[in-house]
């Protein structure tokens, strides 16, 4: 089986650094996308029309690795149905594609949410891949995602759930939505604060998942976080200070509430998703701090 991997979602943050990372490995890429005629995708070797199920298969067919990474914003609709849509139908449709392959792949990473651990008043608590579903609408959501994907599992294909953290990344995702509200000196803090922020560094999560493709061993839900989450006040702190902005702005709840609707409680309540599982096989974070990872991706502290 050839070092192929077929990417859902490719043009997105995450699978575009994974497909920059496979290429530079020596694999062939293929891109699965809506838009192929828009695509800017310099890495991938075929971009394939989402629509096109016969190509997809016969892409999918013989491929070491099938990557899932689509799914709308949160951060840019409230739409529920859509989000939904996104990621439990249309992951539970890749994994028909992978039905309809041969040979099918060894591997099918799909990613998932920190969000399968709800987003309910947790009172301090700590999750691990052991504890389970949130009993709240993203709890919910992210288990029937999670369960879409592994129906590959039943094809014997082995299936791994990233659950995603924030994804730092300055250009994209909550980060890159950040960083000119700070610079405009609006930049603050989620009331209360004191809710936890989990959080991985773009370069981790891009190594963590190349360590599932790689990995024979490593098969369903693992936590894509830093082993040190922080407290909402801290973040909006540390990010204040690497841009030499104040970051002490107490952000009424109502207020992001109107501007992410449903998935304003993400932001506002939570407990810290924990990365045992990827510590227990050793995996080394690059940026286990908020400092480093900050200062990897923002410059030094301004102050």
Known sequence: MQNKAVIF??????????GESLKKAGWTVTVVTRNPDKAQVSF???????TDDKKIVKEISGARAVLN?????????????LIEESRVILTARVTNLISASKPRPEVFVNGSAAGYYGA?????????EESPAGKDYWGNMVAKWEKAAEGASDL?????????????????????EMIPLFRKRMGGYVKPGRQWVSWIHRDDEVSLILECINNSSISGPINASS??????????????????KSGTMAIPQFVVKLRFGKAASLLINGGAAMPEKAESMGFK?????LEVALTSLLGGNKD
């Open 9 to 18: 979602g490719g043009t997105g943050a995450i699978g575009g650094a994974v």
């Open 44 to 50: 991938a070797d075929n971009i394939v029309s989402f």
């Open 69 to 81: 990474f689509s799914g709308a914003s949160i951060n840019s609709t409230k739409k529920l149905d």
């Open 120 to 128: 309910e008043e947790t009172d301090d608590l700590k999750f691990t």
């Open 156 to 176: 014997g294909v082995r299936v791994v759930n990233v659950r995603t953290s924030l994804f730092l990344d300055p250009n994209s995702g909550t980060l890159g």
């Open 227 to 244: 082993p040190n989450p922080v407290r909402m006040k801290d973040f909006a702190s540390s990010i204040g200070k690497h841009l030499g």
């Open 285 to 289: 974070f690059r940026y286990p701090t």
